[in-house]
């Protein structure tokens, strides 16, 4: 049992890995007047936002897109580069009409909120947090219940509601903050439950949501309460 369980942790961290490594290294650091210390611009992404925004602004369907918290993520992605940065942009905004991304947070999740709430919180920092218990997720019953695409649109729902609150939090602050954390909550981990075969096909959705999705969104994802 406990190797399975190890070979679980490694199959989700080879996908996570990327994730955790991508942080951004820059030199000649600015602040401009709602700039803090959670987040910062460098002279160069100052300079080439107003043309990145330029090139695509005319395609965004969301207002907080035309906005540099949301624009830098790409351009960070893709090493600054403006061509690779819209590419990646186009990409995801190709991907959000596919899944109808843009109406999501108007759907009934009633349902799931009730069987499997998540919760926003803050760190020391002030950036929002996307907390998830995993002992209220029975994704084994999910899965062979013939949910899984249900709860898809529910990992989509999650996941934007974040967007926009670090949006409101932003604006009613004056704080720049371009990132947020993930955090599950592995109290209660039940190796049926959570970690069956069919189980990884939800946490695969859950990641290539995010990679499709939500380039550079993560500032950390942290797992509490880990059996070692």
């Not at 369907?61 to 186009?90: H, K, P, W």
């Not at 907390?131 to 899965?143: E, K, Y």
């Amino acid at each position: 049992m406990n190797v399975m369980l190890r070979i679980w942790r490694v199959i989700i961290l080879v996908q996570l890995l990327p994730i955790l490594l991508s942080k951004v290294e820059g030199k000649n650091v600015v602040h401009s007047k709602n700039i803090t210390d959670l987040d910062f611009y460098t002279v160069e992404e100052l300079q080439k936002l107003p043309k990145f925004r330029a090139r695509v602004k005319d395609d965004l369907t969301q207002s907080y897109m035309n906005g540099n918290r949301y624009l830098v993520r790409f351009l960070r992605a893709r090493n600054l580069d403006l061509d690779g940065a819209e590419e990646a942009i186009r990409e995801n905004l190709k991907w959000r009409k596919l899944e109808n991304v843009d109406n999501v947070l108007r759907e009934d999740v009633s349902k799931w909120q009730k069987q499997y709430p998540f919760y926003f919180n803050f760190d020391h920092a002030g950036r929002v947090g996307l907390v998830n218990s995993l002992r209220d997720f029975d994704t084994r019953r999910i899965t062979i219940s013939g949910q899984r695409a249900e709860f898809r649109r529910y990992i989509m729902y999650q996941i934007e509601s974040m967007v926009v609150r670090i949006e409101h939090v932003a604006n009613s602050t004056g704080r720049e903050i371009i990132q947020a954390n993930l955090l599950f909550n592995m109290a209660g981990f039940n190796f049926r439950t959570h970690a069956c075969f069919a189980c990884l096909a939800l946490y695969f959705d859950g990641l290539e949501i995010y990679e499709k999705g939500y380039t550079r969104l993560a500032h950390g994802i942290h797992v509490i309460n880990s059996k070692s």
